[in-house]
């Protein structure tokens, strides 16, 4: 029988994949879909492709756990994620939980799903935190050399604009993105924090916003302590991610309008210093998709025991 799944915060951007992902899944059904801003509305108003009956509501926190899901995605701004936990500790409950937003990726008493770099860590907990977006295309561009860096990793980041949500601000008004490049957070971005955290070494994090809608572009340059073939650097990026279904190691520098609405993650470019000892890499993700819904979904899968790439791989989206 198919595993239900509510998702709290589904007018949102990563909410909109998050809808047309599980309604697709052939083992996963929606249990609900909430919005304060929809509540009544039919989704298939919103998502034909979706269809049936099912309407947003808008429960309270308290409410959430009489909905009696298996699972509940979390697709809230940042911050506003334990209240709702708290909520399903107080009635009781225990639906897996995959959170979207920043707000355990620094608690270890939850399980923090980059399944390609952290899958080997999981072990049927209930309590899961989904990876930035940013912060996906650095950890994967970055792992396959973190035994030979030297030094801190500089990742410099562009971003479409849906990276920053549906309430208003600079970094997504197309007018002030217009033939524009928006440079903010240049030191401390959360997702420098978490991905220093993460791969327990130190990255310098430069973010920028641009003018399109969706998909991320991370170049990295990364100090190396000792001198390398560039052969030799790709082989380990070829050895890491051979088994990868979402991982693709291509010889060039990839381009973001490639992996707009598709569901895995470009790295590519590989481009060496005369001397061998530094390496540029280029990471480009959809950051609604990798970057968000589609890990999340890689994460349910392995939460209920589905094969990881359930869902994803069977429903490719089309190119824009
Ligand atoms: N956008 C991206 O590329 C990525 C986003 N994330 C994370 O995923 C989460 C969702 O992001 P995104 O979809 O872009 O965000 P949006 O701003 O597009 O959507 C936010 C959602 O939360 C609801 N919401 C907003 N404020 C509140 C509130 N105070 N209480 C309850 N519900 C609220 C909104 O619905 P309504 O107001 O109708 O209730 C909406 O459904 C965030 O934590 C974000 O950091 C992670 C990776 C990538
Ligand atoms: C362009 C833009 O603003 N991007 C967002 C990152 C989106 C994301 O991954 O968000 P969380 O880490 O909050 O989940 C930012 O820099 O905050």
Known sequence: MAKTVGIVGARGHVGAELIRLIAGHPGFELAFVSSREREGQRVAEHFPEVGGELRYTAPSHEQLPQYGADAVVLALPNGKAADCVAAFDAAGADPVVVDLSADYRFDDGWYY???????????????????????????????????????????????????????????????????????????????????????????????HVAPHFRGLTVTSNLHLNRAFEREALVQRYRDRYRDEGLVQVLDEAPWVSAIADRHHVDVGGFTLSDDGRRVVVVSTLDNLLKGAATQALQNLNLAFGYDELAGIQAHPRPRP
Not at 135 to 153: E, I, R
Not at 163 to 170: F, N, Q
Not at 186 to 195: A, I, N, P, Q, S
């Open 113 to 207: 799903g980059l399944p390609e770099l952290t899958r080997a860590r999981y072990a049927g907990q209930r309590r899961i935190s989904n990876p930035g977006c940013y912060a996906t295309a650095m950890q994967l561009a970055v792992a396959p050399l973190l035994d030979v860096l030297d030094g801190p990793v500089q990742c410099f980041g562009v971003s479409g604009y849906s990276g920053a949500g549906t309430t208003p601000s600079d970094k997504n008004d197309p007018d002030k993105l217009r033939d524009n490049l928006m440079p903010y957070a240049l030191t401390g971005h959360m997702h420098e924090r978490e991905v220093t955290r993460h791969l327990g070494h130190p990255v310098e994090f430069l973010p």
